[in-house]
């Protein structure tokens, strides 16, 4: 009898033993899913989707059918070219047009717009670049960014101009560099020196925060 008993007692504390090995999981907890943080991380497939916890990388985190037929709605080769020097109500067919068709579109327009902005641009001998107006928006015009194989890629470096760009490269003051500081990158004009109107700086030194040292690089979201 005192056989039978102890063999039930072993029955039931085996039973006990499995139920509470499957409530607690191992003390394994199991990890938040990360399918809005605009990350690729756990064993998601892409940004946000495939793996155990996101929609399928063909949906999308917001269950979005990425199939079918996509069409051009914006470019931005170089930053703020359509902004600065496209006209307003025409912002949008630029944005739609292949390169190679932009600066038989565009010229006359961004060439207005540029002597509008500095009517003294060719009197006061071009730019940085040795461009006289017209030499400076046949550049623009063919709104793509130039990537250099080899060698430092940069917007504006000092020496190098437009092999590429980094997130860290003042854009926006390089701009107003070409547009109003003369042909003396020693010497510009309207730097704010005297009584000369500061034109060729935006006054925005440095990103708001710091940029990512890994992929995707861009900075965290405030």
């Known amino acids: 009898m005192k056989k039978v ?6 029955f039931l504390a085996t039973i006990v033993f499995v ?3 499957e409530d607690d999981n191992n003390n394994i907890i199991d990890p938040e899913a990360t399918c809005e943080d605009g990350i ?66 565009f010229t006359d ?24 107006a017209a030499g400076f928006i046949s550049m623009l015009s063919k709104d793509v960014l130039w990537v250099a194989q080899n060698g430092t890629a940069t917007f504006f470096n000092g020496t190098t101009t437009f092999t590429g760009r980094k997130l860290g490269d003042d854009v926006m003051d ?15 004009l309207n730097d704010g020196s005297g009584e000369q109107p500061l034109l060729i700086s935006d006054g925005v030194s440095q990103n708001d925060k710091e940029f990512l040292q890994s992929f995707p690089y861009l900075a965290a979201p405030f």
């Open 5 to 10: 008993i102890y063999i039930s007692f072993l």
């Open 19 to 21: 139920q509470c090995s």
């Open 40 to 105: 690729q991380n756990g064993d998601e497939e892409g940004i946000d989707c495939g793996g155990s916890n996101c929609l399928p990388c063909e949906q999308g985190p917001d269950g979005v059918d990425f199939s079918g037929t996509f069409v051009q709605e914006d470019q931005v080769g170089r930053p703020a070219i359509s902004t600065v020097f496209v006209t307003e109500g025409l912002r949008d067919d630029f944005n739609t047009t292949i390169p190679s068709e932009m600066s038989s579109l």
């Open 109 to 132: 327009d961004m060439l207005m717009n540029l002597e509008s902005l500095n009517p003294d641009f060719d009197d006061n001998g071009g730019n940085v670049l040795a461009q006289d």
């Open 174 to 188: 390089f701009h107003l560099l070409l547009i109003f500081g003369g042909p003396n990158i020693e010497a510009p």
